[in-house]
Nanobody, 124 residues
């Protein structure tokens, strides 16, 4: 199993930036991907971005492309989400996730392991 712990959420004004961090522990040697999902109030959880582990290929949802950047630190087993030009509709609980299956096409539908989430609130 993999344990994931997110940090860095908070309140930010529209147009601002925020950086989320996620630290992985456990069977990190089996990870094929890490990523971020989010769930806004009253909505289903949705894919935000993922990165192939450890190679670094990245994938983004259209809604965040050009504004959000995922990066990784292989030594620290950590992944980061830099969020710029934030909008009120980005308000959500953001979840870090990891997957053991090296199948990029499947990651946006869900992953094997999840963190508890961190709340991001963007005010207008």
């Amino acid at each position: 199993q993999v344990q994931l712990v997110e940090s860095g959420g908070g309140l930010v004004q529209a147009g601002g930036s925020l950086r989320l961090s996620c630290a992985a522990s456990g069977r990190t040697f089996s990870m094929a991907a890490m990523g971020w999902f989010r769930q806004a109030p009253g909505k289903e959880r949705e894919f935000v971005t993922s990165t192939r582990w450890p190679y670094g290929n990245t994938y983004y949802a259209d809604s965040v492309k050009g504004r959000f950047t995922i990066s990784r630190d292989i030594v620290k087993n950590a992944v980061y989400l830099q969020m710029d030009s934030l909008k009120p509709e980005d308000t959500a609980v953001y979840y870090c996730a990891s997957d053991f299956d090296d199948d990029p096409g499947s990651w946006r539908y869900g992953m094997d392991y999840w963190g508890k989430g961190t709340l991001v609130t963007v005010s207008s």
